[in-house]
C-alpha cells in the first residue's frame, strides 16, 4: 500500500495540521489538492512540497457551506478523480461557556462541524459512482472528552464523531472507509486563533499547545493511520490518552480530574 498517485483534497491546508499533512504525503508519491481561505498561504506550502508540480490549489472557506459544490467540481476536474478527502479545517476556542456569545457557539459549529458535513455530502455522489474513496476527518482528543474553556469546540468534535459513525455504517458496502483522526496537543497556531467569548482571536500560545507534537512528526502518524485505513486513531500524548480510557471505563473519575484543570 501507497500513496502513489493517489489524488488527495485537504481542507485547512495553509498551517498546522493540514500543511504538514500535504507536504508528506506529496512526498510519498500522492497527487495533493490544498485549500483554505488564504491563497499566499498555500502557494507557500506548495513551494514546500517536494514535487509541486502535483499541488494544485483551491481557495476555499469551509464556513461559506452553501457555495461549495463549484469547489468540489473544480477539485475533482483537476486530477480527473479523488481517492482522499481530508477534512481537516477548523477552529478552536478558549471562553467559559457562561461567557461565551451564542453566536462564536453558533460560529464553531458551522465550521467544525456543518461545514465539513457539507462538503463531504457534496463529495459522496464521486466516492459512490466509483465505489472507491476514503473520508478522513481531523477530530480532537476533546471530541471524546469535554474540557473547560472548549464547551462549544468539544460539542463540535463530539457531533462530527457521531455524523461520520453512522456515514460509515450507511456505506460499508460501496468500499467507501472513513478514518477519525483525534489530535491531543499539537504545536500550530490552534490556540492562537481560537475563538474567545466574543468571538475575537485569543492570540496566545498556550503551555500545553507550546509543548505538543511537532506537526511534521504528526503529519507522518496521520500519513500511517489514513494508509491503513483506521477508523479511529488517537495521536497524543500519555496525559490525553488517559483521558479516553478513563472516560470510557472510569468516567466519574474522569470527572473529578476535569474540574481540577484550570479555567483561567
Not at 34 to 49: D, H, T
Request: proline share 2%; net charge positive; with cysteine.
Amino acid at each position: 500500500m501507497s500513496f502513489s498517485n493517489k489524488v488527495i483534497w485537504i481542507t485547512g491546508a495553509s498551517t498546522g495540521i493540514g500543511k504538514h499533512l500535504a507536504i508528506e504525503l506529496n512526498r510519498q508519491g500522492a497527487k495533493v489538492i490544498i485549500s483554505s481561505r488564504k491563497i499566499e498561504a498555500l502557494k507557500a506550502v506548495k513551494l514546500l512540497c517536494e514535487n509541486p508540480e502535483n499541488v494544485e490549489l483551491i481557495v476555499l472557506d469551509i464556513e461559506d457551506y452553501t457555495n461549495l459544490k463549484s469547489k468540489v467540481d473544480t477539485a475533482i476536474s483537476l486530477f480527473g478523480s479523488i481517492d482522499i478527502l481530508v477534512n481537516n479545517a477548523g477552529i478552536s476556542q478558549r471562553a467559559l461557556a457562561s461567557e461565551t456569545d451564542i453566536t462564536v457557539d453558533k460560529r464553531l459549529m458551522d465550521i467544525n462541524y456543518t461545514g465539513t458535513i457539507a462538503l463531504t455530502k457534496l463529495m459522496l455522489p464521486h466516492f459512490i459512482k466509483n465505489q472507491s474513496g476514503q473520508i478522513v476527518v481531523t477530530t480532537s482528543i476533546v471530541g471524546k472528552i469535554g474540557t473547560p474553556l472548549r464547551s462549544s469546540y468539544a460539542a463540535s468534535k463530539h457531533a462530527l464523531h457521531g455524523f461520520f459513525d453512522s456515514l460509515r455504517a450507511e456505506l460499508c458496502n460501496d468500499n467507501i472507509y472513513i478514518t477519525l483522526v483525534c489530535p491531543g496537543f499539537v504545536n500550530t497556531n490552534v490556540s492562537i486563533n481560537a475563538l474567545t467569548g466574543n468571538g475575537t482571536a485569543l492570540q496566545k500560545m498556550d503551555t500545553a499547545t507550546k509543548n505538543g507534537i511537532a506537526p511534521d512528526y504528526f503529519a507522518i502518524l496521520m500519513a500511517k493511520a489514513i494508509l491503513k485505513k483506521r477508523q479511529e486513531v488517537y495521536i497524543a500524548g500519555f496525559k490525553e490518552k488517559l483521558g479516553v480510557y478513563t472516560k470510557r471505563f472510569f468516567p466519574k473519575v474522569l470527572s473529578k480530574m476535569i474540574t481540577k484543570l484550570s479555567v483561567t
